[in-house]
């Protein structure tokens, strides 16, 4: 379980300080539930994030054990070193916008004859409860050839829950190699 601490001041100078000791500021936010103000030992945080088998990860935050997911990040533009995360406390039963992974099943047909599998969205935006929520979403990409690509409303519709991007958005496609 990740384990962070609550920052007592949230200015520019103390996130500074944790920034140099090695921390990344954290922002936990919920429905009914008070902001909380953390941080967390970036490889730390870092480890938990590659290694978690599920959306969302068990937190512990000044004695409190929070179940969280990620909803967004901000990291440095020349480094890519984090600065900050914004994480949501997944709450049972609560309908809320998720994004969730895509994972493509497969090596296409375009692909030996030329193409490269370009995904457009790595993630897709999903409204629901979070125990209807898959961990990733699996797309069969065997059959496609050169110029074809599959669109959110090509996908399979998920139960108990509803993709929140345009039906004509393109989540992937096979795109002739230069």
């Not at 599920?54 to 990291?75: C, D, I, K, R």
């Not at 059959?143 to 399979?156: A, E, K, M, N, V």
Request: net charge positive; no cysteine; charged share 25%.
């Amino acid at each position: 379980m990740l384990e962070g601490t609550i920052r007592e001041s949230t200015g520019k100078r103390s996130t500074k300080a944790h920034r140099q000791d090695g921390y990344l500021i954290a922002n936990i936010y919920g429905k009914g539930v008070d902001n909380v103000n953390a941080v967390f030992k970036m490889n730390e945080f870092i480890r938990t994030v590659r290694n978690k088998e599920t959306l969302a990860f068990p937190v512990n935050v000044g004695g409190n054990e929070l179940n969280v997911v990620v909803q967004s990040y901000e990291s440095h533009p020349l480094t890519g070193k984090l600065l900050h995360v914004d994480m949501m406390v997944a709450q049972p039963g609560i309908v809320a916008h998720y994004n969730i992974p895509v994972d493509p099943q497969g090596t296409p047909v375009g692909r030996k004859n030329g193409g490269m599998l370009h995904i457009s969205k790595t993630r897709l935006r999903v409204k629901a409860a979070i125990e209807n929520i898959p961990n990733s979403i699996k797309i069969d990409v065997e059959g496609l050839d050169l110029g074809d690509s599959i669109l959110i409303r090509d996908l399979p519709a998920l139960e108990n829950a509803a993709f929140t991007d345009s039906d004509r958005v393109s989540v992937l496609s096979i795109i002739k190699a230069k």
